[in-house]
């Protein structure tokens, strides 16, 4: 078909198709596994510091190996999902994670450990910009706000799986037997993925790599859309490959900045929390199982935090939503550390976190995706969430030197509330593309 026929547009025009739906799954598979794969240290780390005899110091080093390759895999993998493709780098991605997975449950020392947990970071890091895109790019104009908080909220989910495998698995196979199933999983998408998800439309009418003509037309068959004649005009940002020469240029840099310095202060405060939150709880003088199941509650909250920001982010504004669930997690944060060995109190306060936390998630996300042009998304938000990686590193880090230096747990979670309070005033004034 010529003339002014976008498939784009008719794609965003028209009501969700299954098969739109079913490639929207696999993103969403693979953000649960991200979130199984990216907590199951902190699932494990109650008996590992017992079995390695870990100081909170040492602990704290090794839950920010996996957040330091996120760092990585985010500046590295988002680049060339723009550039190569969305396909091939999410690919590549769960190769990594499997990898990684299978290297934690065979180390035997503390470098072991960290180098698993590097290359497994590294996977999610890529992933966690470049399959958001992608949902987001084939969702009807309708869902397409819904699509990312959709994929967001499959991260929870992950976490509960994670949560519900530990305590199964904790007594007869110990921490090993974790990360043996975290491994799996990954492994059982790839050949899922290989052969189901498609390349990204948005990518191959911007970018049009070699072939993009009949790889266009076997999306749109698949579809249901009519076949292009001939591929349109190239965006001229898009005829210049170095996408990341192209953001930090003068007329996205004050945002790609700002942007970077609000996600940081963000995964600053997420990190911190729920990479501690399991061993916090347990030092109560309540059991591993409590301090596991107070994680699957945080995450039974993001479930449904995440799923209610994608739901009311078009009614309320996405800047709004960002603003009001960041204070949410500050104020939570400062609660957790306050609270006696009480468990309705703490499961109270899990569902609570866990809904500001993937709410405010799925607000950032949209707040930094909005901000950019279609050929520049995926590194816009790679570069932020690089960034924001380096916040993450630095949460349970600090919190660990905190500790270790003999600070109290409640003035620890009112110092590192703070940034979470910083960054809902950064994302409110940000720009819309």
């Known amino acids: 078909m010529a003339g002014d026929y976008d498939p784009r547009k008719a794609l965003g025009a028209r009501p969700m198709?299954?098969?739109?739906?079913?490639i929207i799954l696999?993103?969403?598979?693979?953000?649960?596994?991200?979130?199984?794969?990216?907590?199951?240290?902190?699932?494990?780390?109650?008996?590992?510091?017992?079995?390695?005899?870990?100081?909170?110091?040492?602990?704290?080093?090794?839950?920010?190996?996996?957040?330091?390759?996120?760092?990585?895999?985010?500046?590295?993998?988002s680049p060339v999902a723009d550039t190569?493709?969305?396909?091939?780098a999410i690919l590549f991605c769960l190769f990594l994670m499997s990898g990684g997975m299978f290297?934690?449950?065979?180390?035997?020392?503390?470098?072991?450990?960290?180098?698993?947990?590097?290359?497994?970071?590294?996977?999610?890091?890529?992933?966690?910009?470049?399959?958001?895109?992608?949902?987001?790019?084939?969702?009807?104009?309708?869902?397409?706000?819904?699509?990312p908080s959709f994929v967001a909220s499959a991260y929870p989910i992950g976490t509960i799986v994670g949560g519900v495998v530990a305590i199964s698995v904790l007594d007869t196979f110990g921490w090993r037997g974790i990360f043996w199933v975290g491994g799996m999983l990954s492994a059982i998408i790839i050949p899922i993925s290989w052969f189901w998800l498609p390349e990204s439309l948005d990518f191959l009418l911007a970018r049009q790599p070699r072939g993009a003509l009949a790889k266009t037309n076997r999306v749109l068959d698949r579809l249901r859309l009519p076949r292009l004649d001939d591929l349109p005009p190239m965006p001229p940002a898009a005829r210049d490959s170095d996408a990341v020469r192209e953001i930090v240029a003068k007329e996205h840099r004050f945002e790609i900045f700002r942007l970077c310095t609000a996600h940081a202060l963000n995964m600053f405060s997420f990190y911190f929390i729920i990479n501690w939150a399991v061993k916090w709880v347990t030092e109560l003088?309540?059991?591993t199982a409590a301090g596991i199941s107070y994680s699957i509650y945080v995450s039974v909250g993001g479930i449904a935090g995440g799923l209610i920001a994608g739901w009311i982010a078009g009614r309320v504004g996405v800047k709004r939503l960002t603003f009001i669930t960041l204070f949410g997690v500050a104020a939570m944060i400062i609660l957790f550390g306050l609270l006696p060995p009480n468990l309705p109190l703490l499961v109270g306060n899990a569902l609570l976190l866990g809904g500001m936390l993937f709410g405010s998630a799925c607000g950032c996300w949209l707040t930094i995706v909005y901000a950019f042009p279609a050929q520049l998304r995926a590194t816009g938000l790679g570069i932020a969430t690089t960034v924001g990686r380096i916040g993450s590193?630095?949460?349970p880090l600090t919190a660990g030197?905190?500790?270790?230096?003999?600070?109290?747990?409640?003035?620890?979670?009112?110092?590192?509330?703070?940034?979470?309070?910083?960054a809902a005033l950064i994302f409110s004034t940000a720009r819309r593309a």
């Open 84 to 88: 190569k493709g969305r396909r091939p």
């Open 26 to 77: 696999i993103p969403v598979s693979i953000n649960m596994v991200d979130g199984y794969d990216i907590l199951a240290l902190a699932q494990a780390a109650p008996v590992l510091a017992r079995e390695w005899q870990l100081g909170p110091d040492e602990l704290g080093e090794l839950l920010s190996f996996s957040l330091a390759g996120m760092a990585l895999g985010a500046l590295g993998v």
């Open 401 to 422: 030197y905190l500790l270790a230096a003999g600070m109290g747990k409640p003035l620890i979670c009112i110092l590192l509330a703070i940034p979470a309070m910083l």
């Open 285 to 287: 003088g309540l059991s």
């Open 103 to 147: 290297g934690a449950a065979l180390s035997h020392g503390y470098w072991g450990m960290a180098l698993s947990r590097l290359v497994t970071g590294i996977g999610i890091g890529g992933m966690t910009s470049t399959a958001g895109t992608l949902a987001m790019e084939y969702a009807s104009d309708k869902r397409r706000e819904f699509a």
């Open 17 to 22: 198709l299954l098969v739109q739906w079913l």
């Open 393 to 395: 590193i630095f949460g």
